[in-house]
């Protein structure tokens, strides 16, 4: 018996290095015939490996390789400042900051030499919307709020952990433009809705913007105002894209598209080609819908903040947008094209001050809300944003390190580890909604506290209080440049005071 198992053992090991032999010969045949690829041609088969260690190549740069301040497009540093306010861990680290105060581009707030005492401290009133321009108009009550990411782009546990922690913490809600889910009121928290380019949520049978959906929408309490997007900071120029494979039935159903196919919205509002039907837009929205409505751009040049000026000029300022999101280059999406993403649109540092400059150099800055968008996931750049003029900041990465995140930029391929940008039900399940609820709630309330000590450290008793004249841009020469010396307050024009009237 015993030789008959030794025999058998010898005739299977043959017949594995048999079979093993046949399929090294197939894959090396394979790879010297093919055309596609030089290095498997004349290396077959241990060229492989040149591609496997490729793949593997970003993780090892990301843990084992690149600095705590070298990584984009957050590094280390960063996503663990955001990782500790989102678990409610305190803020402090000991023997100095690894922040490079000499680079160039590094903020410096100016200490005051009184700073504001707890007895002294005020609470950081809320920025109220389209008051006096709209039947409902909406209070903001946080500094810091969700930007738009739509139900498709992140997975259905996401939204609902983001909605939850969002009322928890009192902020609002932007919907993105993939329409507006139960999830998203699930929480309770505010809602913006965003009319995207394809109107989804918002569009009729053929497409068109509804304004019987409008009003059923507007109907909904939580729903407080809405947002017409033009632009992100991702993909100006470019609409939305929901690859096929995060396509699932219920966002299909949602969105009114097909499931089978990439969802593509177009690159503008069709009916909006210029800036007059722009603000005709905006001004039938807030009629239909009785609430807020602003407009969402990334900003390439200052011919669209011209050409708005002179346009509410012209028509009142009862044609003008109730508040401007403003998109940095520099923003994030699930899906973009590199080309845009790389090089398009002004980064948030050159086109937030700007954008604020138009708008008092005109009259309108007491008429527009501003808010600000553009990898602002951290105390400090939430004050300098507060400091050139925003009233509000918008943040969705910030959010996504909150609800978990770890950077490995799988957003588009519905692989995400995380169970946040993935409709795979088995990566979806690491996401619990109660634990990351708490997450966001943590993020929001301890973000707006830390920025809040900054103001206190400035001496002013509230972060809105913040000016320009409380931060400093260290210079290429390593030397700190004043913000209003970069950026100086402008006189309004003499045809502001008309406008204001």
Not at 280 to 301: E, L, N
């Amino acid at each position: 018996m015993a030789e008959v198992m030794g025999v058998f053992h010898v005739s299977l090991g043959v017949f594995l290095v048999l079979v093993a032999g046949v399929l090294l010969l197939f894959w090396y045949l394979r790879d010297v015939t093919q055309k596609r690829h030089t290095v498997l041609r004349n290396f077959p088969i241990i060229g492989h490996l040149r591609f496997f260690l490729e793949s593997l190549g970003e993780y090892f740069r990301q843990y084992f390789f690149l600095g705590d301040r070298e990584e984009m497009p957050f590094n280390r540093a960063t996503r663990a400042w955001v990782y500790r306010l989102a678990k409610n861990e305190v803020g402090m680290l000991g023997f100095g900051s690894t922040y490079d105060v000499t680079q160039s581009g590094a903020l410096l707030f100016v200490n005051a030499a009184f700073p504001v005492l707890d007895s002294e401290y005020q609470p950081t009133p809320p920025v109220v919307i389209g008051e006096g321009w709209c039947k409902q108009p909406f209070a903001a009550r946080s500094i810091i709020n969700i930007s738009g990411m739509s139900f498709g782009a992140i997975s259905k546990p996401a939204v609902r952990a983001l909605s939850s922690g969002a009322g928890k913490a009192g902020c609002y809600m932007d919907t993105g433009e993939g329409g507006l889910s139960p999830y998203h009121l699930e929480g309770g928290c505010d809602v913006i809705f965003q009319i995207g380019t394809a109107k989804y949520g918002v569009r009729d049978s053929q497409g068109h913007l509804s304004d019987e959906r409008l009003r059923d929408l507007a109907a909904i309490e939580q729903v407080r105002a809405f947002e017409i997007k033009l632009s992100q900071g991702a993909k100006p120029g470019k609409g939305g894209v929901l690859p096929a494979a995060k396509i699932t039935e219920e966002i299909a159903q949602i969105r009114g598209i097909p499931r089978d196919k990439d969802s593509l919205s177009p690159n503008r509002h069709p009916e909006t080609g210029n800036m007059d039907e722009l603000l005709d837009m905006v001004v039938h929205v807030r009629a239909v819908t009785g609430k807020p409505v602003g407009i969402k751009t990334a900003i390439g040049g200052w011919q669209f903040m011209h050409e708005m000026a002179e346009a509410v000029k012209r028509r009142g300022l009862a044609a003008a947008p109730d508040f401007l999101t403003i998109d940095g280059g520099e923003g994030g999406s699930g899906a973009a094209p590199q080309a845009l993403a790389d090089h398009m649109a002004l980064s948030i540092n050159e086109a937030l001050p700007r954008v604020v400059d138009a708008l008092i150099e005109n009259g309108l800055r007491e008429r527009i809300k501003v808010i600000a968008s553009g990898k602002l996931v951290t105390p400090a750049k939430v004050a300098w944003a507060l400091a050139c003029g925003a009233d509000l900041i918008n943040s969705a990465r910030g959010y996504m390190f909150a609800l978990g995140c770890i950077q490995a930029l799988r957003c588009h391929q519905n692989t995400c580890p995380t169970g946040i940008t993935t409709h795979d039900p088995k990566l979806q399940r690491g996401l619990v909604v109660e634990d990351k609820a708490e997450r966001v709630a943590y993020y929001t309330t301890n973000l707006n506290k830390e920025v809040d000590m900054i103001a206190h450290a400035c001496g002013v008793p509230h972060a809105r209080l913040l000016r320009r004249e409380h931060v400093r841009i260290v210079q290429p020469n390593g030397q700190s440049m004043a913000l209003n010396m970069l950026y100086p307050y402008p006189v309004p024009s003499s045809s502001a005071a008309s406008v204001c009237d």
